[in-house]
């Protein structure tokens, strides 16, 4: 019953996964993350130096619409980047991975015994898993449901094992390198989730900060309409890329909205 009950807590684990990931908004600018984080924080400066000229052009620019942007700004800078939880995730599959090696072992020396006490009984050895060995090492999540079949069995042949060689102690290592892997499986598994929900997140506040600053864009072309040198800085970037003059990239349609 155990097995079932963290198979489907592993199950609705993935469901979840997947489900923040098709909650993941399509991102409004057309460069990174990072590089429109750095363009938004030159562009508000940028507002910030010409806020009396965009004040004067329409009352909708008010100090609060720029207390707005440096907000969410804030908002967005104050989450991890993805590197971060890349990085996180690396760390949590090596535990997993590191983990699955050591009930490897662990079940090849128990494999001695289990052949001594039961000599030449094959049907025996396989219920104790030496035909599923090999797929079990494939991965974390096979290990785990091994090793839960291992330890039902081997309680199963508790009398005959304890009567010629082991003692409480192994029947403890194999469940407690069962509970170890679970416990890296899950925590592989939130550091997904997390990672999925702190891009979601990210995403939707540089969305609303592409849409909040779009007005400052279209009345900067009004504004700037005589000022190239000026103008050329109120578009929004559509690329990591910089030209051969240190400018980024920008965007050329005639309206944004």
């Known amino acids: 019953m155990s097995v079932i009950i963290s198979l489907c807590k592993f199950i609705w684990n993935i469901y979840k996964l997947k489900l923040f990931y098709k909650m993941n908004h399509s991102r409004m600018y057309n460069c990174s993350d990072a590089f429109f984080m750095g363009w938004v924080s030159q562009i508000i400066n940028q507002i910030k130096e010409e806020e009396a000229k965009f004040a004067a052009f329409s009352v909708y620019f008010t100090p609060e619409k720029i207390r707005e942007l440096d907000v969410l700004f804030d908002e967005a800078n104050n989450i991890p980047s993805d590197k971060v ?3 996180i995730q690396a760390q949590e599959t090596d535990n997993v991975n590191t983990s699955v090696e050591k009930c490897a072992k662990f079940f090849q020396a128990c494999k001695f015994d289990i052949e001594n006490v039961f000599p030449n009984q094959k049907h025996i050895w396989n219920q104790f898993g030496f035909n599923d060995y090999d797929e079990a090492k494939k991965s974390g999540r096979n290990m ?3 090793f839960s079949d291992f330890l039902l069995i081997a309680n199963l042949h508790k009398a005959a094992l304890t009567e010629s060689t082991w003692t409480e102690e ?4 194999i469940a407690e390198h069962k509970d170890t892997l679970k416990m890296y499986l899950d925590q592989q598994t939130k550091s997904r989730v997390d990672r ?3 891009t979601d997140l990210r995403v939707m506040t540089l969305n609303n900060l592409y849409e909040k600053l779009g007005r400052y864009m279209k ?3 009004i504004i700037f309409e005589e000022n190239e040198e000026m103008l050329k800085w109120f578009k929004f970037p559509v690329s990591n890329k910089v030209k051969n003059e240190g400018t980024p990239e920008f965007e050329t349609q005639e309206s944004q909205s």
Do not use: H
Not at 170 to 173: A, D, G, I, Q
């Open 85 to 87: 939880y890349v990085d």
């Open 144 to 146: 785990f449901l091994f």
């Open 170 to 173: 192994n029947f403890v290592k």
């Open 196 to 198: 999925s929900k702190a």
């Open 219 to 221: 009345a900067a072309k």
